[in-house]
């Protein structure tokens, strides 16, 4: 009896182990990406490729995404705000949640659904081939060559993905708010500039660079660790986008409240009086 009482205890503190190693190479595989980002003959021409592999690829279905996600919402908000006789004003509730929320998260999973696959299915193939091996022996660092152009598509793609998502889900929200409750879309556009300010655009944004890095990591972390062949490959990839996911959705809730807690209005102000004076 006392056996199978310890069973389950056992097991815990097995994947318990397992999570902290898991950390602990994730950890490092971060610091030496960081080091190879310092080192010379950075990887220009891999960078572009990895870009329009990850990032380039990823809008159109960031695109569908962000358009019928405003659709929705302005269909939604303003059934919502007609018991209240305020319907007119649905851009100003649809532009805050877009800007704020629904497209750096909605982006961020979207990439991470396809990026995040690709990399993890990309860099397990490469693994299990023993191609990893064989760039270590030719002399050459993996990281610099494989997970650095990656990561960086990744951070620097998702942000501008995420503009598009904004503009496209605002705009989406517009033509649903004109066609099927005849809003103007002047004033559709006036209650969201009203409504929406420059901090709150740069907060959404600002998000998606850590997205963009957690997603680009994570894939590189999976691949890199697959073991088991083909099939675990396909494990690989499922695990990536699982974790991706989760990652985005656990990240976007501290980093909003950081945000909220930072004087954004006040920074973006004291930017801009000195860009004035220069």
Do not use: N
Not at 17 to 24: D, F, K, M, S
Not at 78 to 106: C, D, H, K, N, Q
Not at 174 to 199: K, N, W
Not at 205 to 211: D, H
């Amino acid at each position: 009896m006392s056996e199978l009482a310890a069973q389950p205890i056992t097991r815990l503190g097995e994947r318990a182990l397992r999570v902290a190693e898991e950390l602990g190479d994730f950890t490092v595989l971060s610091l030496q990406t960081l080091v190879a980002l310092r080192r010379p003959r950075f990887p220009l021409r891999e960078l572009a490729v990895q870009f329009e592999a990850l990032a380039v690829r990823s809008a159109p279905i960031v695109v569908i995404t962000s358009v019928f996600t405003g659709m929705v919402l302005a269909l939604q908000t303003a059934y919502s705000l007609t018991r209240f006789g305020a319907r007119p004003y649905v851009g100003s509730i649809v532009g805050l949640a877009i800007v704020r929320e629904l497209g750096p998260v909605l982006a961020a999973l979207m990439v991470g659904g396809r990026a995040g696959a690709g990399i993890a299915s990309e860099l397990g193939s490469m693994q299990v081939t023993e191609q990893v091996d064989a760039i270590r022996a030719l002399g050459a660092d993996p990281v610099q060559k494989l997970v650095l152009p990656r990561v960086l598509a990744t951070t620097l793609g998702l942000p501008l993905l995420t503009i598009f998502a904004i503009t496209l889900g605002i705009a989406g929200g517009m033509v649903v708010a004109e066609a099927q409750y005849g809003i103007a879309s002047s004033f559709y556009l006036q209650t969201v500039t009203s409504v929406v300010r420059a901090s709150d655009f740069v907060s959404g944004v600002a998000k998606t660079v850590v997205f963009g890095w957690a997603i680009g990591m994570i894939g590189c972390h999976v691949g890199l660790a697959t073991q088991g062949g083909t099939a675990g490959v396909g494990r690989a990839t499922t695990r990536a986008v699982v974790v991706a996911s989760i990652v985005v959705l656990v990240a976007d809730f501290f980093l909003t409240k950081l945000l909220l807690l930072l004087p954004t209005d006040a920074l973006l102000a004291a930017l801009a009086r000195l860009v004035a004076g220069a």
